[in-house]
């Protein structure tokens, strides 16, 4: 479907990156925003596109579920935390957390290799558990790991937001959303939230897919074709979170998942607002910078490079394997940014976020299509406004 030629705005010298992103979202059935800053300058902010449900068009103020990008906002709060001394990621988190056993340190939570990667499954955690933070965190501390902490490495898709947001919860005595609010998003004026206000319901525009992932039924089949024995306990926990990864974005969407907080996954902002508050760490806006140099240079350092998957998932055939420093993305095939000194996060069906200290940029990209099909590489609707960037850049 055309969608037209994209509202907003962009300074002189970037109209390449609004007819990039206009080619990109021509075919695309939803509605999408674009984000730049540069040097700390807003230098595209574009959007374009529709809700195919409910008909609304998106507006510069639309809001939308951000997913996994949410851990890099997470990923944020840490670090400021860490640079006020409050934090420290080599300490084992039972310094910050008592009832949390095994001698795991903060930065094996941060950087998904703590065998914490699914909910135990026995636990009997579903959608409509991951509402209730108590439930989760009580479940995470007195679990077994699924396999020894720092042996391996697993993206922890769901249990990732509330190992970390549990220990921001003990440092600092308010939930990883009000600490958000309070020292990011208030400073900055972002309309960006884990746990939406009611305010704010009619600024949201739902995401959609065309397609669905493969059900239980059918991922048993699959991976039992690769020799993996479907009783071990660590295929059952990750089986499981698998097969019910569509009910989850829908219920995320709900009422009550967009009130809670889950900080693996249901941000809720737009684009201008993530391109912002990257923009602040790497440089003064307005008045705010949230980190300073050194501190992006230690979070940013790969974690993972020397890690494959735990035993039994490494006979699964293996794609790329995410790059991830303590708590943010770094850049890969899949997902190269702008460029390899950038780092940030991406969401499940194409949402991005990120900044490079070293070309000054900082992007926010918002989409309610799930379209993107992670093994396959960058999402198409990325590559045509990142080649045009990288061309103002090395111009």
Partial sequence: MMVGMSDGHVVPGYESVRDAFDAAQESDDGAAQLAVY????????????HDPVGHTHVTADSITLLMSVTKGVVATC????????????????TRYWPE?????????????????????????????????????????????????????FKYHSLTWGYLVGEVIRR???????????????????????IGLPGSADHRYLPEFAHYRALDGNQLRKQWSGFGIDL???????ALGSLA???????????????????????AIGNARSLAKMYAATIGTIDGVRLLKPDTIEAACRSQVETLGPPAPLHLLPQGEQMNVGLGYELPRTGCPMIGPNSFGHAGAGGRLGYADPEEGI???????????????????????WTAALNEIIRS
Avoid at 38 to 49: A, K, Q
Avoid at 78 to 93: F, N, S, T, W, Y
Avoid at 105 to 111: I, K
């Fill in 362 to 384: 900082a992007v926010g990209y918002m989409c309610t299509n799930l379209a993107w099909d992670v093994p396959k590489g960058p999402d198409d609707r990325w590559v045509p």
């Fill in 100 to 152: 949390f056993g095994d001698g795991v340190t903060v930065a094996d939570l941060l950087a998904h290799r703590s065998g914490r990667s699914d909910f135990d499954p026995d636990d009997g955690i579903g959608m409509a558990e991951l509402l209730d933070w108590d439930r989760c965190v009580t479940a995470l501390a007195a679990m077994d790991p699924l396999w020894t902490p720092g042996s391996a």
């Fill in 171 to 193: 440092v600092t005595g308010a939930t990883v959303g009000q600490f958000f609010a309070d020292e990011v998003a208030r400073p900055l004026g972002l309309d960006l939230w």
């Fill in 231 to 237: 009783s071990d306990r660590l295929v059952r926990a």
């Fill in 78 to 93: 840490v670090h400021i935390l860490r640079e006020r001394g409050q934090l420290d990621v080599d300490a084992p988190v």
């Fill in 38 to 49: 540069r040097d700390g300058r807003l230098v595209v902010d574009l959007w374009t596109g």
């Fill in 244 to 266: 019910t990864g569509s009910d989850t974005v829908e219920g995320l969407q709900t009422r009550m998942g967009r009130r809670a907080e889950v900080p693996s996954a249901n």
